[in-house]
């Protein structure tokens, strides 16, 4: 198995870099959630948290549902044009965490160990 570097995980899946020769390679981040990998850069995981929230915002139209977290499938759009997913909002809000905790963590050592350096 190749070797990796952890940024992220949660309950639903987890994001890492690939090491390549015992280098860190930081200009992909592998994102995995339920049985599905995607292989992107830091802008396509900003536009993946741009569909994420897209769709949030256009299925609060059930808010009052109680069955609405785990029954019902919403459209969840990709960076991949060619790849949509259906996740139920429970799943939904776990894509969502994990994307914005996997930014949060590549700008915090972004900004730790470029900009903030003295």
Known sequence: ????????????????????ENEVVTDKVQLIFRETGFYLTKHELHLFKSCIEESSILNKCCDDCE???????????TPCSQIDLAVSMEELNAVKDLVEGTLFKINLEDYLYGVGMN
């Open 1 to 20: 198995m190749k070797e990796i570097k952890q940024i992220y995980y949660n309950d639903l899946g987890t994001s890492f870099y690939w090491k390549k």
């Open 67 to 77: 069955l609405k977290n785990k029954c019902h499938k919403f459209l969840l759009n």
